[in-house]
């Protein structure tokens, strides 16, 4: 039997995925990272410690355990070099203990410089991370991306420089007029090569074996490149079939996939959303749920639990179980929404999420609404001790949603949880 399980977000990102990854680890043997790049920040909050993992995966602080990224991740090679030197105050890494794909795709410099002058002359701007994602797997598509096995090695890394440096006049200038940034990006290559390695053979090994394999998702499944609300995505497969992609494995191997959602929604960057609270509400939401960006610190667009865009997404990705995260958020609220379908001006009453963000940045939400609690919820233990309110608020998630809530956050810490 496989041990197998995908974690994905269910919303646009930042539902929590960091801390669940950590929780679910402690029953893994190897977790790994299937997609995005250092667009992600993964919160883990241990003894009292924060922690932000922007590329490394989140099970590292579990003993023994193997933390690997996956094909379908780009990396930042730079960052990863201080990363792991971060984390090595903390943690033992080694080649044994962190693989890295040699079929990877790498940002470099010019990726970054791309994304961020893209976004400034864009009519209408993503709102990216500038951490040069999109240009990235744009080059890995257009099939002339550097991939870690090469700038692990010196002389194809620079034969691939130089190929760019003939090929593209704007590249060169970047080149010439960069040195710095470059110099660095050319020396984290000896520091990160030895754990360089063929990951994908390595992890279907591991699961005929009969290890227990975390696949852990970056960003959310309304990011997704091709099932998110597009444009305003990132440029890679977020759900939980792009874990099969990644990494090579045959869908039939993966024994469950779990989808977490925040009691409520966020978002950052831009793109239509349709529960977004711009009032006294959405504010307090944001105030109660420290709500700013892991990675870039911007302040995260806040709204009500959209049940119509979560069935989506469920129906996206196949949930065996759900997990409502940081519903600790939602105690002293005296009323609380639900949105169970969407209105648009000349379609009328939407069931189906749009396809197109044009359409759904013209559908109002229609909300069921429900009475909050004032009593805490309790940190830990099994659902059916929160207060009653905050009991029906779960049902009426899986009601709308045709989901089951398996585990309820209660906090960023890693036993704030209740088992429903
Ligand atoms: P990720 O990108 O999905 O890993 O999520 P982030 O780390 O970007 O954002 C989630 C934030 O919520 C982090 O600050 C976490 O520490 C925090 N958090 C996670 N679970 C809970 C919870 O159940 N309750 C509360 N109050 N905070 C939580
Ligand atoms: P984690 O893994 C939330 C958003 C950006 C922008 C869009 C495209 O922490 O949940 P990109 O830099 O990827 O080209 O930006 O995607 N975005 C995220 N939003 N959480 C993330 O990661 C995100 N990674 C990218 O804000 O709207
Ligand atoms: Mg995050």
Redesign the pocket.
């Known amino acids: 039997m496989n041990h197998v399980t995908i974690v994905v977000?269910a919303q646009w990102?930042?539902?929590?995925?960091?801390?669940w990854v950590d929780v679910l680890a402690a029953k893994s043997d190897i977790v790994a990272r299937y997609q995005g790049g250092n667009n992600?920040?993964?919160?883990i909050?241990i003894s009292g410690t924060k922690y932000v993992l922007h590329q490394i995966p989140s099970g590292v602080f579990q003993k023994g355990l193997i933390s690997a990224m996956a094909a379908g991740v780009v990396i930042h090679p730079v960052g990863l070099v201080n990363e792991i030197e971060k984390m090595r105050a903390t943690v033992t890494i080694s080649p044994e203990s962190l693989w890295i794909s040699a079929r990877a795709h790498v940002i470099t410099p010019w990726h970054i410089h791309l994304d961020g002058a893209r976004e400034s002359s864009a009519s209408t701007p993503i709102g990216t991370t500038k951490k040069g994602i999109g240009p990235t797997y744009s080059e890995k598509a257009s099939r002339t991306g550097l991939r870690m096995g090469q700038y692990a090695k010196d002389d194809s890394r620079r034969t691939w420089v130089k190929a760019m440096l003939e090929s593209d006049n704007d590249f060169r200038e970047h080149y010439n007029s960069n040195q710095a940034s470059w110099d660095e990006f050319h020396g984290a290559a000896s520091k990160i090569s030895s754990f360089v390695c063929d990951v994908e053979t390595r992890l279907r090994k591991a699961i005929a074996t009969g290890k227990r394999v975390l696949l852990e998702g970056a960003q959310g499944t309304l990011l997704d490149l091709d099932h998110g609300t597009y444009p305003f995505v990132t440029s890679s497969s977020t759900c939980a079939s792009g874990a099969c992609t990644s990494i090579g494995l045959p869908p039939k191997v993966i024994s469950n996939i779990f989808g977490i959602a925040k009691a409520y929604v966020t978002r950052v960057g831009a793109g239509p959303f349709p529960t977004e609270l711009l009032d006294s509400v959405g504010a307090e939401i944001a105030k109660k749920?420290?709500e700013f960006g892991?990675t870039t610190g911007r302040p995260r667009r806040c709204g009500w639990f959209d049940a119509v865009a979560f069935r989506y997404s469920a129906s996206v990705n196949g949930f065996d179980g759900v997990i409502i995260?940081?519903?600790?958020?939602l105690t002293g609220f005296p009323e609380l929404k639900i949105c169970v379908k969407y209105k648009h001006p000349t379609l009328g009453e939407l069931e189906d999420f749009p396809w197109d963000a044009d359409v759904l940045a013209k559908c109002e939400p229609v909300y069921e609404s429900f009475p909050g609690w004032t009593q805490e919820i309790p940190k830990s233990g099994r659902a059916s001790d929160m207060p009653e309110n905050a009991r029906n608020y779960i049902s009426a998630i899986e009601r709308h949603t045709g989901t089951k809530v398996m585990w309820v956050?209660?906090?960023?810490g890693r036993d704030?949880m209740l088992v429903n």
Do not use: S
Request: a negative charge; charged letters at 25%; proline letters at 4%.
């Open positions: 977000g990102g930042d539902e929590g995925k960091g801390k992600a920040g993964h919160t909050w749920g420290h892991a995260n940081k519903m600790d958020i956050g209660t906090g960023p704030e």
